[in-house]
């Protein structure tokens, strides 16, 4: 009992730990930048994903409210020149509202303060992109996530236990291989249909890391499955399935995922 203890609480750490690190390292975490406002220097963040149907706000600290904010922006990987906006002071905030976009599509922006003649740009260097998408009913989103993270840890689960050689792993090798069926063959394609209006983009139809890292964790648990009648593979077999799967997910969500190509998109309606 003390031993399984140990191995439940080794595994949500390990679990957790990824799940954060997966969030705080995905393109649509907002990014983190720091202005001087009145002699002290503020962390503020710019977001990286916009709700269609919402205004797509982009906010900064005011602190007293004296000086200028400007918000320059441009469709991502279109070759657009930079448009501006005034950042208007309210509520002890400069604001301002970026164009929407659609489902897929990409803006940059980067903002730009100034009082007493001296500017301060955000983020310094670089620019943040921020892509906009539906939102998802929290009837998918929800079960969605909380099923991945129990196929998650489940799998680290297996993993350690494949450790021990005098375990039966039929039934973690099962349940793992079910809960990330469910939740990234299931509801993944609900869920990307929801935002985007995409069921799969992955291979063989994209690039999207998201849909490409399910796949391959599921074809390496399957791999798992067809060697249970092994006892001599089965364990190697669970514990590359339990590494893939761990470094997989902590791969962030939406790298490389739908995207409106805009150079494309112009070309083609050229007569």
């Not at 002890?92 to 100034?114: D, S």
């Not at 609900?190 to 796949?215: C, M, R, S, Y």
Request: proline share 6%; net charge positive.
């Amino acid at each position: 009992m003390k031993r399984s203890a140990l191995l439940w609480i080794l595994a949500v750490l390990i679990t957790l730990i990824s799940a954060v690190y997966q969030r705080l390292t995905g393109p649509t975490h907002p990014m983190r930048s720091t202005i001087t406002l009145d002699g002290r220097t503020t962390t503020c963040k710019l977001p990286r994903a916009h709700i269609i149907g919402e205004s797509a706000v982009v906010s900064i600290p005011a602190g007293s409210g004296s000086g200028q904010a400007i918000l320059f922006y441009r469709r991502h990987n279109s070759g657009d020149a930079w448009s501006t906006l005034p950042m208007p002071s309210g509520n002890g905030r400069f604001a301002a509202v970026l164009p929407q976009q659609p489902t897929g599509g990409k803006m940059q922006y980067y903002i730009e303060y100034t009082r007493d003649g001296q500017t301060q740009r955000l983020p310094a260097p670089g620019v943040v992109v921020t892509r906009f998408r539906y939102a998802v009913p929290a009837s998918v989103l929800i079960p969605h996530i909380l099923i991945m993270f129990f196929g998650m840890l489940l799998s680290t689960r297996a993993g350690l236990e494949a450790l021990n050689r005098g375990t039966v792993l039929n039934r973690w090798v099962w349940w793992t291989l079910g809960l990330l069926c469910t939740g990234g063959m299931v509801l993944g394609p609900l869920v990307q249909h929801a935002a985007f209006g995409e069921w799969w983009t992955g291979i063989p139809f994209g690039t999207d890391l998201t849909d490409n890292k399910t796949l391959i964790a599921l074809v390496v648990w399957l791999i798992a499955a067809l060697h249970l009648r092994r006892p001599d593979r089965v364990r190697t077999w669970v514990l590359i399935a339990a590494v893939v799967t761990l470094v997989a997910f902590a791969i962030p969500h939406s790298v490389m995922g739908t995207e409106v190509d805009h150079l494309r998109s112009a070309t083609t309606a050229q007569p």
